[in-house]
């Protein structure tokens, strides 16, 4: 985690994860990988986090909103989809725009209302920047009606889905924490799920004449083992 006291979100407590992730902890193909982390705040700011992880075959990341399970606890999972080795990790931060939001639906009183909502589009113009194409230009619009709306009409438009998801992606993730480690996980074929060993000596694999074992008997028994 970067040392920068303007990063508040905390992330602790990852599981799985062994020896801060010196070990690399071991599924089989097509399983999928259930991550847990505690995340918190010195605040009652809305907290967004995110699993993020990629097989070690590629560059970019991939991922995956973490949901609260209550209590900080969070949890998401990603897939297996490959042989190898994957690597994970978290992000959290603060989301303003949600937090905003979130006091805005308690408010009140017209004139609270009416500064909130100036607010509220001054969080949409700077995501606005961070966007690009019709992206852009839908969060500008969106900004503009923030700042014009009466605010006995804003109900419907700051709960709007469409803003919501345009939020979501492009979050200001300036002052995100990441988690200090990169874990593994280790990606195995599905045969080492099971546990069933088998094991025979030589000296015991005699013939019908009762001769002491030898390795040419041991071959004549491989396609008997190989059925079991």
């Not at 603060?94 to 308690?106: L, T």
């Not at 606005?128 to 500008?140: F, K, Y």
Request: aromatic share 10%.
């Amino acid at each position: 985690m970067k040392l920068d006291g303007r990063q508040r979100v905390i992330i602790e407590k990852v599981q799985p994860e062994i020896d801060a992730g010196r070990f690399a902890t071991k599924r089989v193909i097509g399983q999928t990988v259930a991550v847990e982390a505690d995340a918190f705040t010195d605040s009652h700011g809305v907290i967004a986090c995110v699993l993020r992880y990629r097989h070690e075959s590629e560059e970019n990341w991939h991922e995956v909103p973490m949901l609260p399970l209550g209590n900080d606890r969070w949890q998401a999972s990603f897939p297996l989809t490959e042989l190898g080795s994957y690597i994970y990790t978290i992000t959290a931060w603060i989301d303003h725009f949600f937090s905003w939001q979130h006091d805005f639906v308690r408010r009140n009183d017209v004139q609270d209302i009416a500064i909130a909502l100036q607010g509220g589009a001054k969080l949409v113009e700077e995501a606005a920047a961070r966007a690009i194409g019709e992206h852009q230009l839908q969060l500008q619009q969106f900004s503009k009606e923030l700042s014009s709306v009466k605010p006995e009409a804003s109900a419907v438009l700051v709960s709007s889905k469409t803003l919501a998801s345009l939020m979501t992606h492009y979050s200001d993730r300036s002052l995100a924490s990441d988690y200090p480690y990169l874990l593994k996980v280790w990606s195995e074929p599905i045969k080492a799920q099971y546990s069933t060993w088998y094991e025979f000596f030589p000296r015991s694999c005699v013939s019908d004449d009762m001769q002491h074992g030898s390795f040419v008997e041991c071959e004549k028994r491989l396609p008997y083992i190989a059925a079991i």
